[in-house]
């Protein structure tokens, strides 16, 4: 099962399947986002701007070409293209996204000279709004 696969916008033949996670390490959901304002009677009101997609995912420990291929595209600071599968589908929705949290991963250990890193945690944000 593939839950996120990671594309260049300007090349979507460009991809990266980001390895499968489980135990409450996978994370999608809408948040609404808007803005609240307070009326002089007190009232709040909130003026809604639509959903976003949120993503947190988890992963306990990945190899070098694979950190390296993921990081390419969490480091880059340019909006990339998701394939993701939401918390109220059975298939992949595509959008645009963009890193909004990277905890920086561990070195774990080294095998047959292959670095592995640990801990690695992101969330990424829709980028546009929608219904």
Sequence with gaps: M?????????????T???????FD???????????????ISGLVVMESRGNVQIISYQY????????????SFLR???????????????NLVQSS????SLTPPKFAFEQDGIPYWHDIEFTLREVRPHD
């Design 16 to 22: 990266f399947e980001v390895p499968f996670t489980s």
């Design 76 to 90: 880059s600071g340019k909006a990339f293209g998701v394939r993701y599968l939401p918390d109220n589908s059975d």
């Design 25 to 39: 390490k996978y994370q999608c959901y809408p948040v609404e986002i808007g803005t609240s304002v307070e009326m």
């Design 97 to 100: 996204f963009v890193c909004t």
């Design 2 to 14: 593939t839950q996120l696969e990671f594309y260049d916008l300007a090349d979507p033949n460009n």
């Design 60 to 71: 306990d420990c990945m190899g070098n070409d694979k950190w390296r291929r993921l990081a």
